[in-house]
C-alpha cells in the first residue's frame, strides 16, 4: 500500500530519514532502512572534514530540537567510503546530501559523488547554523541558488535526480522553488530547520548552545512545514519532499494533503524512537482504508482543491 | 531527570590526587548502574560521564583530568553550577557471582554497580587497575565492600602489570559466572576472547565520541552493527558485540572520520 516510486527508487515506505539524523556511516542508515523507513538521507557534507560547533549542539526542548551541529562531517572522501559500503550492503534508496563553503565547493563535491550512483543528490542550501562562519545560507539568494542549482544538475547529469532543500526564510519558499524548478531541479526538499532561535539557562543566565543559536526542528516546526509544502506545491510541477516537524501518522498525512510525495523525518526518530516508521506506515495505512485510498498518490496535494 | 538541560549547584568535591576528582549533585533524579549523564560547563563544553555513585542525597561523577574540557572540570569550585542531562542509556543488567573489572576512570560505573550488587544481596569481586597509585579511584572503599584485587603499570599499588595480567588464572580458579568491565578499549580486546571461549557472558561499558547523547545525531554508532552507543549501549553484552566489528580497531571522532 506504502511503496512509492521516486524517479527510479523503489520506497517500502514513503518516508525519507532526514539528513544529519543518523547518517554518518553505512550500518546507521542500514539499521534505521530496518526499521521501516523508505530511504536515508546522509548527514550534509563537503570537501573537507569539520569538526562542527562545541557540545550542547544539540538540545531538547519541550516542542522539539535546537542544533547547531555546524555541518560537522568526515570530509567527501570518508563519506564516498561509507556510500561504497552502504551499496555494497544493500540496494535500497541512498539519498546524498552535499553541501559547500562556495558555490565552487558544491560542484566539487557532487563531482566525488556521481560515479557512485545514489538515488538522488540533495542540495542543502539552507543551514541556518553557519551564519558566523559562511554568512547567509546560499538560499537565502535565488540568483546563488539558480547557479548552484544548475551546477550540480549539470555534474548529476540526466540520470541522477536533484533535490534542492530550501529553509522557509529567505525572499519566500515558493519564489526559491521555482528558481530551483528553472534550472534543472528535479526535486525540493523543504524545509530544512527553523530560525535560528535559542534558549537561555534561567540560573547561568547564558544561552545554552555553545553556538547561542540553532535551528529548531521537532513538532515546534510542523505548522510552518507543512504552509512552506503547501506553497512549494502551487508554485512548481516537480515533487516535493515535505519535511519538518513529522512526529505521528496524522503529520505525515498532513504533509501529503500539501503535496509531498516523500515525507521527511528527522526529529521525530528522538521523539518517538527509531521504531517510529512502523508508527506511521501503520497510521496512514488506516487512513487509507478509512477513505478509500489506494495509493499515496490518490491523496496527494488534495488539500488544495 | 530529563533530556532538558537543567543546571545544579555542585554540593561538594572531593579530590582523590592530582587530576581526579568527583563531584556531587543533589540526588534529584534515579540512575541505574552503567547510564551515563551529559555534563554541561557553562561557556566550555559539555560531555558524557558515567554517574560513579547514587545515594537517597547526592549523585556523583568522577572524573580524570585529560583535555579542556576535564581540565576545565578540575578548576570547578562548590557552588558553581553545572548543566546535568539524563540519565542516558541502557544500564548493566544484576548476576550473582560477578567479577567486576574496571581499567583507570572506567573504575567509576563499577562503583554504581557494585552498590546496587551489594545491596541485593549478591555475590562479586573487584579486579581494578590504573596507571598508578594516585589515579585508582576508590580502592578502600571497594576494599571493604568485597574482595579486591589492585593492579599498577608501576607497581606503586597492588600487583605491578596490566589489570588483566592474571585473568585467566582468576577465572579458572573461581566461581565467576559473569563478568563486567569498563576501561580502555585495548582491555575489551583481551578480555573478549578469554571470555568468549570459556562461553562467559559479560557486559562491558564503552565509550565513543557523543554529540547528542539522545540517539539522533549518529556520532556513536558502531560499526558493523548500527548500534547507537548512547541508547542501546554504553553498556554491551556479548551478543551485542558480535556484530560490532571495530572494537579495538577504529572509533570515529567529532567530524566523523575514523581514526585508529
Ligand atoms: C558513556 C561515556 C561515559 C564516560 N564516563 C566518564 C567518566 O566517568 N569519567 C571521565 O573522566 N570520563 C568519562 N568519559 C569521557 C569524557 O566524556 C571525556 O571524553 C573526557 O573527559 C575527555 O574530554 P576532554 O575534553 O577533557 O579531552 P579531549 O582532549 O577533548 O578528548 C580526549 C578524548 O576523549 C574522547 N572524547 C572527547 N570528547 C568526547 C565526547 N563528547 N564524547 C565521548 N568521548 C569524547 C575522545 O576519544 C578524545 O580523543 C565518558 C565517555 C563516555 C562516552
Ligand atoms: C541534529 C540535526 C542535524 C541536522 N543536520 C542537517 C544537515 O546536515 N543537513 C541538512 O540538510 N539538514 C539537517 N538537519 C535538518 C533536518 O534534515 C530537517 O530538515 C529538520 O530537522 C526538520 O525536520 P524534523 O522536524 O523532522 O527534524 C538537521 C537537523 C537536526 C535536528
Ligand atoms: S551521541 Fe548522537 S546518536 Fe549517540
Known amino acids: 500500500m506504502l511503496k512509492t516510486r521516486f524517479f527510479k527508487a523503489e520506497l517500502e515506505t514513503p518516508f525519507v530519514l532526514a539528513s544529519g539524523i543518523l547518517g554518518l556511516t553505512a550500518s546507521s542508515m542500514i539499521?534505521?532502512?530496518?526499521?521501516?523507513?523508505?530511504?536515508?538521507?546522509?548527514?550534509?557534507?563537503?570537501?573537507?572534514?569539520?569538526?562542527?560547533?562545541?557540545?550542547?549542539?544539540?538540545?531538547?526542548?519541550?516542542?522539539?530540537?535546537?542544533?547547531?551541529?555546524?555541518?560537522s562531517n568526515p570530509g567527501a572522501d570518508e563519506m564516498v567510503r561509507e556510500i561504497?559500503?552502504?551499496?555494497?550492503?544493500?540496494?535500497?534508496?541512498?539519498?546524498?546530501?552535499i553541501f559547500g563553503r562556495t558555490i565552487d565547493e558544491f560542484g566539487q563535491v557532487a563531482e566525488k559523488i556521481v560515479g557512485l550512483q545514489p538515488d538522488l543528490i540533495e542540495v542543502n542550501v539552507s543551514c541556518p547554523n553557519v551564519r558566523s562562519e559562511f554568512?547567509?545560507?546560499?538560499?537565502?539568494?535565488?540568483?546563488?541558488?539558480?547557479?548552484?542549482?544548475?551546477?550540480?544538475?549539470?555534474?548529476?547529469?540526466?540520470?541522477?535526480?536533484?533535490?534542492?532543500?530550501?529553509?522557509?526564510?529567505?525572499?519566500?519558499?515558493?519564489?526559491?522553488?521555482?528558481?530551483?524548478?528553472?534550472n534543472g531541479a528535479d526535486a525540493i526538499t523543504a524545509i530544512n530547520t527553523v530560525g535560528p532561535g535559542m534558549l537561555i539557562d534561567i540560573d547561568v543566565r547564558k544561552p545554552?548552545?555553545?553556538?547561542?543559536?540553532?535551528?529548531?526542528?521537532?513538532?515546534?516546526?510542523?505548522?510552518?512545514?507543512?504552509?512552506?509544502?503547501?506553497?512549494?506545491?502551487?508554485?512548481?510541477?516537480?515533487?516535493?519532499?515535505?519535511?519538518?516537524?513529522?512526529?505521528?501518522?496524522?503529520?505525515?498525512?498532513?504533509?501529503?494533503?500539501?503535496?509531498?510525495?516523500?515525507?521527511?523525518?528527522?526529529?521525530?526518530v528522538y521523539e518517538r524512537g527509531i521504531e517510529v516508521f512502523h508508527e506511521l506506515a501503520a497510521g496512514i495505512e488506516n487512513y487509507m482504508t478509512t477513505y478509500g485510498f489506494k495509493t499515496i498518490e490518490d491523496f496527494r496535494g488534495l488539500a488544495h482543491e | 531527570m530529563s533530556d532538558l538541560m537543567k543546571t545544579y549547584p555542585i554540593l561538594k568535591i572531593i579530590d582523590h590526587g592530582p587530576g581526579l576528582r568527583s563531584l556531587y549533585f543533589e540526588k534529584t533524579f534515579e540512575v541505574q548502574p552503567g547510564q551515563f549523564i551529559n555534563l554541561w560547563l557553562p561557556g566550555v563544553d559539555e560531555k558524557p560521564f558515567s554517574v560513579s555513585r547514587i545515594t537517597a542525597d547526592f549523585i556523583e561523577v568522577s572524573i580524570?583530568?585529560?583535555?579542556?574540557?576535564?581540565?576545565?572540570?578540575?578548576?570547578?569550585?562548590?557552588?558553581?553550577?553545572?548543566?546535568?542531562?539524563g540519565p542516558f542509556g541502557r544500564p548493566f543488567?544484576?548476576?550473582?557471582?560477578?567479577?567486576?573489572?574496571?581499567?583507570?576512570?572506567?573504575?567509576?560505573?563499577?562503583?554504581?554497580l557494585g552498590d546496587t550488587l551489594s545491596q541485593k544481596g549478591f555475590n562479586f569481586s573487584y579486579l581494578i587497575g590504573a596507571v598508578t597509585a594516585h589515579e585508582l579511584l576508590?580502592?578502600?572503599?571497594?576494599?571493604?565492600?568485597?574482595?579486591?584485587?589492585?593492579?599498577?603499570?608501576?607497581?606503586?599499588?597492588?600487583?605491578?602489570?596490566?589489570?588483566?595480567?592474571?585473568?585467566?588464572?582468576?577465572?579458572?580458579?573461581?566461581?565467576?559466572?559473569?563478568?563486567?568491565?569498563?576501561?580502555?578499549?585495548?582491555?575489551?580486546?583481551?578480555?573478549?576472547?578469554?571470555?568468549?571461549?570459556?562461553?562467559?557472558?559479560?557486559?562491558?561499558?564503552?565509550?565513543?565520541?557523543?554529540?547528542?547523547?539522545?540517539?539522533?545525531?549518529?556520532q556513536c554508532v558502531l560499526d558493523d552493527s548500527g548500534i547507537r552507543l548512547c541508547v542501546e549501549g554504553p553498556v554491551l553484552n556479548q551478543d551485542d558485540l558480535k556484530q560490532v566489528t571495530e572494537l579495538g580497531s577504529v572509533h570515529r571522532d567529532a567530524s566523523g572520520r575514523r581514526v585508529r
Open chain 2, 93 to 112: 543488567s544484576w548476576h550473582n557471582n560477578a567479577l567486576l573489572i574496571g581499567g583507570g576512570i572506567g573504575i567509576a560505573p563499577l562503583r554504581i
Open chain 1, 208 to 268: 545554552i548552545l555553545a553556538n547561542k543559536t540553532g535551528g529548531v526542528s521537532g513538532p515546534a516546526i510542523l505548522p510552518i512545514a507543512v504552509k512552506s509544502v503547501y506553497e512549494v506545491y502551487q508554485a512548481v510541477k516537480i515533487p516535493i519532499i515535505g519535511t519538518g516537524g513529522v512526529t505521528t501518522a496524522a503529520d505525515a498525512i498532513q504533509m501529503i494533503l500539501a503535496g509531498a510525495s516523500l515525507v521527511g523525518v528527522g526529529t521525530a
Open chain 2, 64 to 85: 580524570k583530568a585529560y583535555g579542556p574540557f576535564s581540565q576545565a572540570i578540575m578548576q570547578c569550585q562548590p557552588g558553581q553550577r553545572l548543566g546535568l542531562r
Open chain 1, 31 to 71: 539499521r534505521v532502512l530496518d526499521f521501516g523507513c523508505g530511504a536515508v538521507t546522509t548527514k550534509s557534507f563537503n570537501m573537507e572534514w569539520r569538526k562542527g560547533h562545541k557540545a550542547p549542539s544539540i538540545l531538547p526542548f519541550e516542542n522539539g530540537l535546537l542544533n547547531a551541529v555546524g555541518l
Open chain 1, 84 to 97: 561504497s559500503q552502504f551499496k555494497s550492503r544493500t540496494n535500497r534508496p541512498l539519498f546524498a546530501s
Open chain 1, 135 to 182: 554568512g547567509r545560507p546560499f538560499g537565502d539568494s535565488p540568483q546563488d541558488t539558480a547557479a548552484i542549482t544548475r551546477l550540480v544538475k549539470n555534474i548529476a547529469g540526466s540520470h541522477i535526480p536533484v533535490s534542492m532543500k530550501l529553509g522557509p526564510h529567505g525572499p519566500g519558499i515558493g519564489l526559491m522553488a521555482k528558481a530551483c524548478e528553472d
Open chain 2, 138 to 218: 576508590f580502592p578502600e572503599e571497594m576494599k571493604r565492600q568485597a574482595a579486591t584485587r589492585i593492579y599498577t603499570d608501576d607497581g606503586s599499588l597492588g600487583k605491578k602489570g596490566r589489570v588483566t595480567a592474571d585473568i585467566e588464572q582468576i577465572l579458572d580458579s573461581e566461581k565467576i559466572e559473569f563478568v563486567y568491565a569498563a576501561g580502555p578499549e585495548i582491555m575489551f580486546v583481551v578480555l573478549k576472547p578469554i571470555l568468549d571461549q570459556r562461553r562467559l557472558p559479560y557486559e562491558f561499558c564503552m565509550e565513543r565520541y557523543m554529540k547528542c547523547g539522545i540517539g539522533i545525531c549518529g
